[in-house]
């Protein structure tokens, strides 16, 4: 009988709001934003795969830019799952982040929304992408380190 594969839990951990932390918004990636960027992917991708084909005198050019367009919307549908399943947490004391981990408002210096996501930089250096994200995910963060400021 083949050995069970465990599941990684590097991303499965869940912490919970802290007694009196009041939630104050939960961000999920946004469908719609996550295949306009695989699109965005398939065309780049697609117009680089023909060039190089034509570069090279390829007989059939036209098969770089299919190819990357079905292998990119392939990627899209086999990692969708993992991408919109994960969720943020922000609390009036915390920003709770995928794989039951946390930092405090108050260590967050920046936040920037970043080519459809949104960019937080900590006091520590560390570095967080909450990817598929309006710019308003950014403004809400921004309001909550205002408050604990």
């Known amino acids: 009988m083949p050995e069970q594969i465990a599941r990684d839990t590097l991303l499965g ?3 919970d709001p802290e007694p009196g932390e009041v939630l104050l918004a939960e961000f999920r990636a946004d469908r719609a934003a996550y295949w306009r960027g ?3 992917m398939a065309a ?3 117009i680089l795969a023909g060039a190089v084909l034509v570069a090279m005198d390829n007989p ?5 830019p299919v190819g990357a367009v079905l292998a990119l919307l392939v990627r899209g549908w086999y990692m969708a799952s993992e991408a919109l399943g994960l969720r943020w947490q922000l609390t009036d004391r915390r920003l709770i982040i995928p794989g ?3 930092f405090r408002l108050a260590d967050i210096v920046q936040v920037r929304p970043f080519l459809g996501d949104v960019q937080v930089v900590t006091r520590q250096g560390d570095k967080h ?3 598929y994200q ?3 995910t950014a403004a809400a963060i921004d309001r909550a380190r205002g408050q604990t400021a």
């Open 13 to 15: 951990g869940t912490l």
């Open 44 to 46: 780049l991708g697609g």
């Open 134 to 136: 309006p710019a308003a």
């Open 60 to 64: 059939s050019p036209w098969v770089g």
């Open 38 to 40: 695989h699109l965005v």
């Open 129 to 131: 992408l909450i990817k």
């Open 100 to 102: 039951g981990r946390a």
